[in-house]
């Protein structure tokens, strides 16, 4: 994947807009989200691993907020199926045009790449059917927060028994000590990752109104209530989590 440096915060801007995913951090994004979030490879990674063990043969695989396709791209290398079928969607065209770009250009088998199918479009207006694993890495945590049970509930309703949804999210904490020092954490890692005290600032500001965490708590609660029949905590590294649930 593309190498290009973040540098977007790193001059003091004038006027800080809300976050969104335009053509500058689509062409930095892999840079940024690494260097950003505690354990994405691992989860990149894992999300290939796990799938690869819950796919259920003529089954299709979604990504939700795919941006430049790299868990569906973990997914398609890790599934051995010739008619695997990977519906990723992104309703950011810049991530999208880049995602098929570098499809294009990886050392990716050309089967693995054609299973791969990018949609622009948003998440809560898609149909999804005849699943067994659906993955949302760090996507929902960017949806209305009134929003997420139905989404939720489309998912649940269009997965086959013993499917999967894995669902990577930041977290918030109701403890403000706890809060506090999850946070401190988290920007310690920036720090050591080369990112300074104003890029962390800035981006925190641009990002806040638009990145809406919820609890660990709250999220299990819902997966539970939507009818998931078991949903486990697997991975986190600071306030950055994975979870699997089974239908
Ligand atoms: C990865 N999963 O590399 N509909 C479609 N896409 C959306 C919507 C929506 N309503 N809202 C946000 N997005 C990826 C990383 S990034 C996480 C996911 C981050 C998209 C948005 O355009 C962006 O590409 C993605 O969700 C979130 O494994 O940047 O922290």
Redesign the pocket.
Known sequence: MSTNLDTLYSRPLDKLVDFN?DEKVANV?PD??NR??PG?ASI?AMTGILSAEFFQPHTQCY??????G??ALSMAKAIKEDSLKIIA????QA?LQKAELLLQQSETSESTSKCIEFIC????KIDVVNTSVV?????L???LPAQRSELLKKIYQGMNKGGILILSEKLNYNDTEQQQLLIDMHHFFKKANGYSDLEISQKRQTIENV?LPETLEDHKLRLKKTGFKQVEQWFQCFNFSSLIAIK
């Open positions: 995913f994004f940024m989200i950003s979030v994405y990149v990504d939700l907020g795919c941006s430049l790299a868990s969607v992104d309703n950011s991530m479009d948003d998440i809560n993955v949302m890495n760090f996507t945590q960017f949806i990145l």
